[in-house]
């Protein structure tokens, strides 16, 4: 159960944050792996994975269906935004350090009673 559960939170997670032609880009990545295995049967899946996405771009005989491969080449264009919504307040802030509280008064004039008196529009009166 737990299995099906994994797997339906890592695809509900690749739905939302990558292209679903990059997901469905990942049978050329095995049929590639099999092009490569046949003619060399000693590279592992890992070798694969390091030689066509961690290493510099070789361009060699099979350059184009390189570029076929899951997010790999211009076809990968879209970015992602990640978004942390907050449920709960924070009730125990993280004090902040070199910063103080300034405190700063308005403008009113000593004279005056009210800011609003010498005006046509007046706040409404009890």
Known sequence: MKNAVAIALMLLYFSANTELKEIARIQILFEHFGEHRADNSELSFFDFIA??????????????????????????ESPVLFVA???ERCTNPIPLRGFTEKVIMPYASLFNSSLFQFTIWQPPRA
């Open 51 to 76: 030689l066509h996405y961690f290493s510099e771009e070789i361009n060699d005989g099979d350059f184009q269906r390189d570029q076929e491969l899951p997010f790999k080449g211009d076809h990968c």
């Open 85 to 87: 919504i907050l449920t």
